[in-house]
């Protein structure tokens, strides 16, 4: 695997749903940040982790949203009591130490109704 | 004031033409300026990063950096048709930790 995976790549889902969202990173790269874009927007950071901890959380980030990455491999996101206003892309992003220019993964594209 | 401006155009352009797409920031400290180009309904795909004052060339783009204005440029020469697309400017914020993302320039190169 060349690239950073994203899983599942769109998911509908009734608001007051819980989701999930998967990302695989490159493998080695020990930097993992997540994203969320809406539309005409830049990607606003969430969170980032170095290997499994969690050293960023945004101010942003209401705590229905939290994030893990058990072991420093693969990441995951999870929306509780999912709100109209969470529609958007998720994007997870991996890179290795020492540099700053992220590989995207594909995103998760999230509609709330 | 956010931290990294953009005009959110549309820019048009002609094919052939060279296409100048900026970005401001606002962090005195901000050091590497990042340049992503992102297709409709894709994920962003970086282009091309700076971090010194100067110009920084790669194929048809060159990227421009003028920490005393606070100023970054993406030049695009010959622009395409494939070239269309939204551009997003970063900078590398938080101490260092995470880049920081304009709302993104769209670009139309016109035939």
């Known amino acids: 695997d060349t690239g950073v995976s994203q899983n599942p790549r769109h998911k509908i889902t009734k608001r007051g749903q819980n989701v999930t969202f998967r990302c695989d990173p490159i493998?080695?790269?020990?930097?993992l940040y997540w994203y969320r874009q809406t539309l005409g927007q830049g990607p606003e950071f969430l969170t980032y982790?170095?290997?499994?901890?969690?050293?960023?959380k945004s101010r942003l980030l209401s705590d229905r949203f939290s994030a893990e990455r058990p072991k420093g491999s693969f990441s995951t996101l999870e929306i509780q009591r999912t709100e109209q206003g969470d529609s958007a892309m998720y994007l997870c992003?991996?890179?290795?130490?020492?540099?700053?220019?992220?590989?995207f993964g594909s995103g998760t594209r999230l509609t709330v109704v | 004031q956010k931290e990294v401006e953009q005009n959110s155009g549309p820019l048009s352009v002609p094919e052939g033409a060279i296409a100048s797409l900026n970005c401001t920031y606002s962090?005195?400290?901000?050091?590497?300026f990042f340049w992503y180009r992102q297709y409709s309904g894709k994920s962003p795909e970086l282009i091309m990063f700076?971090?010194?004052?100067g110009d920084k060339e790669d194929g048809r783009f060159t990227a421009q950096l003028n920490k005393a204005s606070q100023y970054v440029s993406l030049l695009i020469r010959d622009s395409q048709p494939s070239d269309s697309a939204t551009y997003l400017c970063?900078?590398?914020?938080?101490?260092?930790?995470?880049?920081?993302f304009g709302t993104g320039t769209q670009l139309k190169v016109e035939l």
């Open positions: 493998s080695e790269h020990n930097r």
């Open positions: 992003a991996s890179l290795p130490g020492g540099t700053y220019g992220y590989t």
């Open positions: 982790f170095q290997n499994e901890a969690q050293l960023e």
């Open positions: 962090d005195r400290g901000s050091q590497s």
């Open positions: 700076i971090y010194s004052n």
């Open positions: 970063a900078a590398l914020t938080g101490g260092g930790n995470k880049l920081t």
